[in-house]
């Protein structure tokens, strides 16, 4: 698809078009739904779209690998639903492919028509930190400022 200059389109669907990539889509501010069901999408366009508002992302029954779903997911900060299933990410990473695609997008509330349950986002979260190089120093940082804090009001009522 070429880029398209539609400000104000919401929804957007291509499925069972025989596509074989999808984007850049360009700036659709207020896109909010994009669903790409059943082609043949191998690759994504970088950005796949400018859509700050987008929430839900169909990418099902396709032909993404798991470099380029990573590459689309963590994009979108408003993404609650999204559609993986049926291509060869899924299929590649087998039973670690949920844990995979949570830590991509630990803030979804539906993964493949799923319900992500809470102790899933959570071990989402810890994981996709410890692998945070800069949580330590941000930790350290943190503890040491919080620690000063009563040492400098017990000295004021001294």
């Not at 200059?5 to 896109?31: A, H, I, K, Q, W």
């Not at 669903?35 to 169909?58: F, V, Y």
């Not at 900060?77 to 299929?91: C, E, H, I, Y």
Request: hydrophobic share 45%; proline share 11%; net charge negative.
């Amino acid at each position: 698809l070429p880029e398209l200059p539609l400000p104000l389109l919401t929804d957007l669907g291509v499925d069972n078009n025989r596509l074989e990539s999808l984007g850049p889509l360009g700036f659709l501010p207020s896109l909010e739904r994009l669903s790409a069901n059943h082609n043949r999408i191998a690759s994504l366009g970088a950005p796949l779209a400018a859509s700050p508002l987008l929430h839900t992302l169909q990418l099902a029954f396709n032909l993404l690998g798991p470099a380029e779903a990573e590459r689309a997911v963590p994009v979108f900060p408003r993404l609650r639903k999204l559609q993986l299933n049926d291509n060869p990410a899924a299929s590649d990473l087998m039973e670690a492919y949920r844990p995979w695609a949570l830590g991509l997008a630990p803030h979804l509330d539906e993964l493949d028509n799923e319900a992500v349950e809470e102790p899933d986002r959570c071990r989402a979260l810890a994981s996709r930190l410890a692998g945070d190089p800069w949580l330590p120093h941000t930790l350290r940082a943190a503890a040491s400022s919080s620690s000063a804090a009563p040492a400098k009001a017990s000295e004021g009522a001294s």
